[in-house]
Structure formats: structure tokens, C-alpha cells
């Protein structure tokens, strides 16, 4: 790429990703009525109407408002958007816009941003470096539609969401795990142009060697582990997820149920026979763990997890993706809401890693047994609240993504955390053992 087409290019791609997002978002909530857009389908998400127009208020305070310098459009606003401000289960109280409201203000904000693109020179600053603040927008909302995408698996009520099922080439079934050596390798990234704060920056880390699967559990390993009395069993599980199994009555994966003899699921809004060859899905940090230990093998570390997916020891790089540098297609990961579920265990073997480890970007994201700490070096960056208040022994740290992310908020170096509790994210787990 020339000096004078960088910019062009950064303002083409800063668009893609804008564009997709906002289709996006249209998919997510055009097809539900008013009354469900504005219901709380569960106390541990926001009615989906709030998403709608907090992904709009979001774009305004950063482009609009920091970049652009431009006043606010709705000031009386900012408050009942702020995530920090609002908890989610108080937020169907607050006097929200309405869903044609939150519509028009969502749309009234992109406008004023495409021309602010057009116009604005993608260096200069920290924000608008590489184009960083519209890409950062545009993971934003991705993230947001993840979320509610979320809402849509907890919602009751007929379907409202359809995708074809994934059908990727399998290839020769590759073997059950595989040995990552010892040594140093580079974790983490100072080159990706829109990796966020938690990513930065790029540094060397030493694991020893360990062995690790090549593919995600599947449901029926998982169902194994429930069949053999793993719910029942103290011994598999950490003192607090024994405490949360029991006071919740939890014998299964979020949203299984047992009938006539065999296992049966709900997603979105369609009950079917759980799958046995998929990833295991809708289980919490301690259910994974409990699994593992169940299993004689452990969780592995978030090192570990990022060393198996980016380290080639041909050349002793550290690549963006377990296939390489180049961005995701189709054919290496099911990424992007394509499809509502996640591909069989074993696909996409052109997305495998230089060790033969497959679907480590997609399907589902894996839980790690690492808290979600920050790197050496680490600094805020554009505000503390996006990674820094989290970090701590309460979040555990997972990767990969899901079949619910989008390419633009998902990469070899890319860091999601939770609170080991949560079952309703689309999370799954691969397991390790010391070499």
C-alpha cells in the first residue's frame, strides 16, 4: 500500500466496518415488535431498546463529541446510557427513548459521522491513529449486538431470527490433542491498529510445554461428564461453583432439559435434541473447570490458550490468527452471526493452527483458567472503564470468539472476561494437561 492510499484504505475499511455493524443491529431488532424491544427478557440483560440507543450514544460521545469537538445532540440523554451508571436490571425503569426514537437518534449520529469521516485525517492523535476511533466504535457495536444477540437466546416466544445451519468441510478428523512446545513466545500485540488497551502490548511470555486439545468439548463429552454424577460429585468442583450448582439446583448446561429419555435444547426460540457432535455451550467457568478436573485434565491458562493459536515454531512468529496474518474467511471460521450455532467439532481444518489446533477463532468463546489481569506495560487508553476496572481476581479471562462475533472484534490477540458465574454468553471450553 502507498503513503497516499493508506488513508483512503483505513477510511474504506473504518467504513465496511461501520456499515456492517448498523445491518447488523437492523437485523437484530427490525424483526421484533415494540413490546418485546422495550422488555426486560432477563434481569442480566437491558431491554434491547436501551442497546439500541446506547450504541448511538456511544458513537456520539466518542466521534462526535471528542474527535469532532461538536456539542452534544442530546445531553438530557447521556445519563440513562452510561453503563457504569445503570445497572442492567434497574434500566427498564429509566425513561428511555422510545424504539422510533432510539431509531431516528442512532441513525441522526451515523449520518454526522460518515461525513466526519470523509473528512477527518486518520492520524495525528491517539484517537485518530489508523483510524482507531471508528474502528473502536465499530467493535463497540459488535459487541452490543453480540449482546443482544444474547437477548434473543433468553427471549421466550416465537422465533424471529433465522440463519442457515453451518455445513464447513470437516477434513481428516484430526487427533484428540497435540503437544505445543516449551519456550518464549510473543503475547499480545503493539501492531494491530484497532486492538484495544487489554491487548496492548506485545511482550514475551515463557510457558512450558503442554498438550492441549484440538478442538472445543462437545456436547456429547459434556454429557458424559452429567451422566457419570459430575453435578453431584463435591470433588470435581471449586467451593464457590458447588455453592452455585446447589442453590440454583444447575444438573445441565443453560438451557437443557431432560425429556423422554434424552437431552433436548431451546435456541432462539426452537427446541431441539442437543447435538452431541457440536461444542459444548452455555456453561460457566465452573462447569468447565469441574469438567476438566472430572476429566484428569485442567483449563488451560490464557498464555497457553494464545500460544496454541498464534505461535508458528517453523519461523517463531506469533501470527494474527492460528492460519496466518489474513483477515478471516468462511472457510476459516464461523464468525459473524452467519449462523445461529456452532459449526460440528472438528470443522474448518483451514483454519487450524500451524499445530493442528482447529477452532480456536469462532464456534464458541473458551473459558481459560487465567483472572483477567492487565500486561506489562499496560496502559488505559482512550478510558479506564473499558478494561481497567474490571481487572482482578473476579473476572476470568476467555478467547477465541463465538459464532456471535463479528471479524472486527475478534483476533488472535483479542481478550474477553466474565464473571466465572455466567452461563448465559455463548461459552465453551477446550481442555490441557502438563506435557
Not at 317 to 344: E, I, K, V
Request: aromatic share 10%; charged share 25%; net charge negative.
Amino acid at each position: 500500500m502507498t503513503t497516499a492510499s493508506r488513508p483512503e484504505a483505513l477510511r474504506e475499511r473504518a467504513l465496511a466496518a461501520l456499515t456492517a455493524a448498523r445491518a447488523r443491529t437492523a437485523a437484530l431488532t427490525d424483526p421484533v415488535s415494540e413490546p418485546d424491544l422495550t422488555a426486560q427478557h432477563s434481569p442480566l440483560m437491558s431491554p434491547l431498546v436501551w442497546d439500541l440507543a446506547h450504541i448511538g450514544n456511544q458513537e456520539e460521545l466518542w466521534l462526535l463529541r471528542n474527535v469532532a469537538g461538536q456539542e452534544f445532540l442530546r445531553p438530557d440523554i447521556n445519563s440513562l446510557y452510561d453503563a457504569f451508571e445503570h445497572p442492567r436490571s434497574e434500566r427498564p425503569k429509566l425513561p428511555l427513548l422510545g424504539p422510533r426514537e432510539a431509531r431516528r437518534y442512532a441513525a441522526d449520529v451515523r449520518g454526522r459521522v460518515f461525513d466526519l469521516l470523509e473528512r477527518t485525517p486518520l492520524e495525528g492523535s491517539g484517537l485518530l491513529d489508523d483510524g482507531f476511533a471508528f474502528g473502536m466504535i465499530a467493535q463497540h457495536e459488535q459487541q452490543h449486538d453480540e449482546t443482544m444477540l444474547i437477548t434473543h437466546q433468553l427471549r421466550r416466544g416465537a422465533p424471529v431470527l433465522s440463519a442457515p445451519d453451518p455445513d464447513p468441510p470437516l477434513g481428516p478428523p484430526p487427533a484428540a490433542e497435540v503437544l505445543v512446545p516449551g519456550g518464549p513466545f510473543t503475547m499480545g500485540t503493539s501492531a494491530e491498529p484497532w486492538s484495544l488497551d487489554n491487548e496492548r502490548p506485545a511482550h514475551t511470555r515463557e510457558t512450558a510445554a503442554f498438550w492441549i486439545d484440538t478442538v472445543p468439548v462437545t456436547n456429547a463429552a459434556y454429557e458424559a461428564f452429567i451422566t457419570d454424577g459430575g453435578y453431584g460429585e463435591r470433588r470435581w468442583w471449586a467451593a464457590e461453583g458447588w455453592d452455585q450448582i446447589r442453590a440454583h439446583e444447575i444438573e445441565a448446561p443453560l438451557f437443557w432439559r431432560r425429556e423422554a429419555g434424552q437431552w433436548l435444547r431451546r435456541r432462539f426460540g426452537v427446541t431441539e435434541p442437543v447435538p452431541g457432535d457440536e461444542p459444548v455451550l452455555h456453561v460457566s467457568w465452573y462447569e468447565a473447570d469441574a469438567y476438566a478436573r472430572w476429566a484428569g485434565r485442567r483449563l488451560p491458562s490464557e498464555e497457553e490458550w494464545e500460544k496454541a493459536a498464534r505461535f508458528d515454531p517453523a519461523s517463531g512468529r506469533s501470527t494474527r490468527y492460528p492460519w496466518g496474518d489474513d483477515d478471516p474467511t468462511p472457510a476459516h471460521a464461523n464468525l459473524g452471526q452467519r449462523h445461529l450455532r456452532p459449526a460440528r467439532a472438528g470443522s474448518y481444518p483451514a483454519g487450524a493452527s500451524p499445530l493442528g489446533v482447529r477452532q480456536l477463532i469462532g464456534d464458541v468463546w473458551e473459558w481459560t483458567s487465567s483472572d483477567f489481569l492487565p500486561y506489562p506495560g499496560f496502559r488505559a487508553f482512550p478510558y479506564r472503564e473499558y478494561s481497567e476496572v474490571f481487572f482482578g481476581p473476579g473476572h476470568k479471562v476467555l478467547r477465541g470468539g463465538s459464532f456471535a462475533v463479528d471479524e472486527v472484534a475478534c483476533r488472535g490477540t483479542f481478550r474477553n472476561w466474565d464473571l466465572p458465574v455466567r452461563r448465559q454468553i455463548f461459552s465453551g471450553f477446550r481442555t490441557a494437561r502438563d506435557a
